[in-house]
């Protein structure tokens, strides 16, 4: 079983629309979670970190299921500038441990 | 405020030829890595290091070296390139990898093609 999986998409979505994406961690030690944008050719960009009480940016939110080992992000109100890819990404509770990303799922959002 | 910062942009290389990547941050982030990135796919980890001196495998750390010789740099080494590794590569430095302060800051990619 890979480390961190996630759902590859494509959602295509309408403007308006509220989307969820999931993503499963294999390792229960995992520690710190995240969910990075990714626009075509360009690098990653953080886009919320998740903790563990959940976590909410303007129309994102972030939460986080420790016991079924999975994060989840949730976009409400889909603007056509949020047709990206996003990626969870985990690191694990041994110091000195990296950044493991998902292999990211694409969102298409259209007018 | 450069960030992190990788050269080249673009690069063909030949089979059985060797090159570095080169990697340079400037926000005194103790850790550093290397990730590929294949069409469709997500960052594969190669190597990472956790502060200067100290490297260790990822992923996919076959056919590439790295060195961190000081807090800033983290050149990536192809020895014997292979068309296997053309793909996008990515270099990354966070300040920790767990706790506060994780964010990974990313260079702008190296978009490598082996032929």
């Known amino acids: 079983r890979k480390e961190v999986e996630q759902d590859p998409g494509p959602f295509n979505v309408p403007e308006g629309a509220t989307v969820a994406f999931n993503c499963t961690y294999s390792?229960?030690?995992?520690?710190?979670f995240f969910w990075y944008r990714q626009d075509c050719r360009k690098e990653p960009k953080l886009l919320m970190s998740?903790?563990?009480s959940g976590n909410e940016d303007g129309r994102f939110t972030a939460q986080l299921n420790r016991a079924s080992q999975y994060i989840s992000l949730l976009i409400r109100d889909s603007k056509l500038s949020d047709s990206a890819t996003y990626l969870c990404a985990v690191t694990f509770s041994q110091a000195g441990t990296a950044l493991i990303f998902g292999k990211g799922t694409t969102l298409s959002v259209s007018s | 405020n450069a960030g992190v910062t990788q050269t080249p942009k673009f690069r063909i290389l030949k089979i059985g030829q060797s090159m570095t990547l080169q990697c340079t941050q400037d926000m005194n982030h103790n850790y550093m890595y290397w990730y590929r990135q294949d069409p469709g796919m997500g960052l594969k980890l190669i190597y990472y290091s956790v502060g200067a001196g100290i490297t260790d495998k990822g992923e996919v750390p076959n056919g590439y070296n790295v060195s961190r010789s000081t807090t800033e740099d983290f050149p990536l080494r192809l020895e014997l390139a292979a068309p296997s590794q053309t793909s996008v590569y990515f270099c990354?430095?966070?300040?920790?990898?767990?706790?506060?302060?994780?964010?990974?800051?990313f260079g702008q990619g190296t978009r490598l093609t082996v032929v």
């Open positions: 998740v903790y563990s």
């Open positions: 390792n229960s030690a995992s520690q710190s």
């Open positions: 990354a430095s966070s300040y920790r990898s767990t706790g506060l302060d994780t964010e990974a800051f």
